[in-house]
């Protein structure tokens, strides 16, 4: 047996008390919000009608380095967190690599995924401010999940608007965000105004992301007391992301082991952008040189295929301009695609890093990468989430090449959470009905045509 | 802070590296399995047609304490275990007692229970006696999902048989089963005679649990290099998960802690048996004294309500007959009862020790369980399974007794599972469509005459 444990727990002494905010180390900073009416860069009082005042501040901060994190949030994370670094001992032997591969599990909790991060810390900054509660939008349901369990712990209400189709066909999630005392209601709505137009104009429509968000944040702005939180995409989440990427280097250290390789799946960015923070830093700081990929689904390439310009971040065109990596606000992968990272944009800190050419990105298609999950669960017992499991095919692919130049190169990739309740993902893999999408050049073209001027 | 933390995780070189064997240090021993046909204790030789040799040896050694865990699957068991300890800090918190609550959590395993523990070594001694494969029943799914992630480690065959309406009504579990493997039949099946005969006398049956055993022992005994095994009652089972509570015990020890009362819910006593082992060890030889109250389901009530006699293990009364508590092998608790715990009998082993006044019982209804459940999963994190949460509602009941007599009593607790796949329940009882089965005394009367006559 080697002296490196199959899991690497930090104990509580050794867990990170502050999260690190990549930007303070960027030399090209990620470009601001901008004001959808006027194209100036979003006010903190702008931002503070829609969202928590401290969130704001954190979202603007490209300098500070260093966040304290409240006692209450440490409190919380010592709940399901430090989360394992495992030693894939076992995908390794059944691969036949010299490579060594680690992997940092965010699934252990009931939120199923890292979202629950971020969430508990939106949540307690909304009590801390006095809010009444908060709104969000969820699609499958995860990112809804991780903060209906945080404002349960918080006492706060959770209002979720839930994309209607999900809301009927995956009702395991919304029961779960029920568990927690949240309101979960499907979108498009007869509460919002937006809601009411959409389904007027649409009737029978079984509602979209894009119009999800719209009426969560018109909720929010129009409800006394209440604000709107986003699970992925912007820079605070990302700071508060950063927790995955501080333990993953402790426990590295710890065993004395160095990352040569880090790798991550790619939707909005929150993710892969917490687990790679203190290795980019270092980086960014000249102190150790990393590879980082990032993976996307082919359905969904917004690195690899996407345009470096400003765009909405919704599909409603209501809220603030990020420039991104960018598929056009109006692309909507098809709808055989069973996992999450469908979203069209990607984060302002990741595409500034992915543009300066700090990192790298690759895509997969959709019935290889679940078939590196089978294997995955085979060898290591956990049954991945698709969205993880395009990180899992990276890291795959990488530890063959070391099999065939014989390197032992160490890689490190972000496992994000488990498949529970992606089973019928699952079944039509088993059953030979999953399909491949990639769009066409001519697709993508249709779509960066209607980008936004903003210059 | 307390300084203890709120999760206690042994390393790996604190894990256990044998088993422990309750038996070695019972006064009466529990009463040996009889051949249903000669009403004779069952030999090893009888027993080896049916399950693996080296477990048969286990299930009939009253004698040996300890057994050496083999170093295959310590390997295995260090992929997910240790499990943590945790301290309830929240859930004390919310109740205001004065207790100390621990709980014992099994659920970070994408079998989502304690069943692996014994999945794993029972797959580990077919594989070494040089079988093909091992065939086993399921109801809802959670032992068969064990079964199929350790045959999977071991690349050995495994079929399921799963009842046809869970086979139908949950796909999800038969999904993660198929992830690793296994062949997954709805029973009645036209693949056995047993089914085939059900079929014919009952065609559009959605079957039973009874049915599923004598289908998956059929098969085990009409197929060259096949064995059957089980996942809860027999004492060999109970044996592979007293890991449960050698690690709670480590756990406990290592933060100065002694527990006054140990709770565990009990379906077939397999959690209940592994977790209370080296508790019960202490009790039995003097050196220590604890509480052990099992808790069962008021719809379910084998130790509460029924009689310590011989019965059959199985519903089709093809297995062996065992000295339990039985409510009568025709005893089905009603359909709308949500969890698992839906056992009509005992493990022999806590069978005995409950008749010999060394451990508690006592019963719930279903939807004051799910109360307590949710009351957990909104402190906690932690969304339980139905099973687990009679455990959790054990534990809140006793930990109030403290609040009102200002006792500061460690009480400790086995939470073996997450609910993750029992949505559906969750939902009725989010939508007030819970009801409480409770049977009466005539229909329990009714059963109990049944009991076959062997002495």
Redesign the interface.
């Known amino acids: 047996?080697s002296e490196i444990?199959?899991?690497i727990?930090l104990?509580?002494s050794e867990m990170p008390k502050q999260w690190y905010n990549l930007r303070a180390d960027m030399k090209n900073k990620p470009a601001p919000l901008l004001n959808p009416g006027t194209l100036q860069p979003m006010k903190a009082e702008e931002l503070e009608g829609v969202f928590c005042a401290d969130l704001v501040a954190q979202e603007l901060d490209n300098d500070t380095a260093h966040f304290d994190i409240p006692e209450e949030i440490l409190?919380?994370y010592?709940?399901?967190r430090p989360s394992p670094l495992?030693r894939a001992?076992?995908l390794e032997k059944k691969l036949g690599t010299p490579a060594k591969i680690y992997y940092k599990f965010e699934g252990?909790?009931?939120s199923?995924s890292h979202k629950l991060n971020s969430a508990i810390a939106q949540a307690y900054y909304a009590k801390k401010q006095g809010l009444k509660g908060v709104t969000t939008e969820t699609g499958a349901g995860q990112w809804g999940t991780a903060l209906s369990?945080a404002c349960?712990?918080f006492d706060l209400d959770c209002k979720v608007y839930m994309v209607k189709v999900s809301y009927e066909q995956k009702?395991?999630r919304r029961?779960?965000m029920?568990?927690?005392?949240a309101s979960v209601t499907p979108s498009p709505s007869t509460e919002t105004e937006v809601g009411r137009k959409i389904l007027a104009e649409h009737p029978g429509t079984t509602g979209s992301l894009g119009c999800a968000i719209s009426e969560a944040v018109e909720k929010a702005v129009s409800t006394d007391g209440y604000r709107y939180v986003l699970g992925s995409v912007l820079n605070q989440v990302l700071l508060h992301q950063s927790i995955i990427g501080l333990e993953t280097k402790i426990a590295l250290d710890k065993v004395g082991e160095k990352a040569d390789i880090i790798i991550g799946c790619a939707g909005g960015g929150s993710n892969l952008g917490g687990l790679i923070s203190p290795f980019m830093g270092e980086k960014l700081r000249g102190e150790n040189d990393y590879r980082v990929i990032a993976i996307e689904p082919s359905s969904c390439p917004s690195f690899t295929r996407g345009k470096f310009a400003y765009d909405f971040c919704d599909t409603g065109m209501v809220c603030p301009l990020a420039k991104m990596y960018t598929l056009g606000s109006g692309f909507i992968p098809a709808p055989n695609h069973a996992g999450g990272l469908r979203y069209h944009g990607m984060s302002s800190i990741l595409s500034q890093l992915y543009h300066d050419g700090l990192m790298e990105a690759r895509s997969y298609k959709q019935t290889e990468v679940f078939e590196a999950a089978?294997l995955f669960?085979?060898?290591?017992?956990?049954?991945p989430a698709p969205e993880s499991s395009h990180a899992i095919k990276g890291a795959i692919d990488e530890a063959m090449k070391c099999k065939e130049s014989g390197e032992e190169k160490t890689i490190v990739f972000g496992l994000t959470g488990?498949g529970?309740?992606d089973?019928?993902a699952?079944?039509k893999f088993?059953d030979g009905e999953m399909t491949d999408y990639v769009p066409t050049d001519e697709e993508i073209e249709e779509y960066l045509k209607k980008l936004p001027k903003t210059e």
């Not at 669960?377 to 049954?383: D, N, Q, S």
């Open positions: 047996m444990p199959y899991k727990y104990s509580e409190n919380f010592k709940m399901y495992v001992y076992c252990n909790n009931t199923g369990m349960a712990y009702p395991f029961e779960v029920r568990t927690y005392g089978e669960a085979r060898c290591e017992g956990i049954l488990t529970y309740f089973m019928v699952y079944e088993h």
